[in-house]
């Protein structure tokens, strides 16, 4: 176990509505990344969050947005759900630092999204 | 820029044998490179992952790395692999940046 924990597990949702997915990081962790991984797919990278704030995101519009908090929790936020955005969605936190910004990644099981 | 190809979408081996995963990568700047293990319903699991030390790198459950920077690759292999083993291996590489890149995923298929 990696002691990252995601809420909930599965979900369903009907396009255009929003969503709210939930994770608990590491005790210590400063960095929290979310990925997006379609079914066959690798995990593409959304965003990173580093002390509570955004620090880099990949390829993804802005309804997909987020939030860390100072203990240890965060979310990711999807506005105007498509039905492509069906997905597990992967957070992952870690400890990183200016001499060191590729550190191992700990993941959690995921959120498995369902857009009808 | 930075990219990373695993070379089989998927590996059928028989318990006992040999495995071989492969992962080719592209990277501007001195790469760091990781292998995570994804079994069904599970989130990832870290295996091994190259720093820039040692080229040959050992992580967890017998699995071993090699970082060739001249073909660059970092192939993944197990002398024996055991039933437990059957899952789905990603491939990612950090190129000078703290955004990594995932393969797309190798399927490894262990038959009794």
């Known amino acids: 176990e990696t002691g990252v924990t995601q809420s909930p597990t599965h979900l369903i949702k009907t396009r255009g509505q929003q969503v709210t997915l939930r994770c608990s990081s590491q005790s210590g962790h400063n960095t929290v990344s979310w990925y997006q991984q379609a079914l066959g797919q690798g995990p593409q990278f959304i965003f990173q969050y580093y002390r509570e704030e955004e620090n880099g995101r990949g390829n993804f519009p802005p309804r997909f947005s987020g939030l860390q908090f100072p203990n240890y929790s965060s979310e990711l936020n999807v506005n105007a759900l498509e039905l492509d955005d069906s997905a597990l969605y992967l957070c992952?936190?870690?400890?990183?630092?200016?001499?060191?910004?590729?550190?191992?990644?700990?993941f959690g099981p995921g959120t498995r999204l369902l857009v009808l | 820029a930075q990219s990373v190809t695993q070379l089989d979408s998927h590996v059928s081996v028989s318990e006992g044998t040999p495995v071989l995963l492969r992962c080719n990568y592209s990277?501007?700047?001195?790469?760091?490179l990781f292998w995570y293990v994804q079994h069904p319903n599970k989130g990832l699991q870290l295996l091994l992952k190259?720093?820039?030390?040692?080229?040959l790198v050992k992580g967890i459950n017998g699995f071993e790395a090699e970082f060739k920077k001249s073909e660059t690759s970092f192939h993944l292999t197990k002398p024996s692999a055991h039933m437990s083993d059957a899952a789905e291996y990603f491939c990612v590489v950090f190129g000078g940046s703290y955004i990594p890149t995932f393969g797309r995923g190798t399927s490894l298929i262990v038959h009794p």
């Open positions: 992952a936190s870690s400890l990183i630092s200016v001499a060191n910004l590729q550190e191992t990644q700990y």
């Open positions: 190259y720093t820039s030390a040692a080229t």
């Open positions: 990277s501007s700047y001195s790469p760091s």
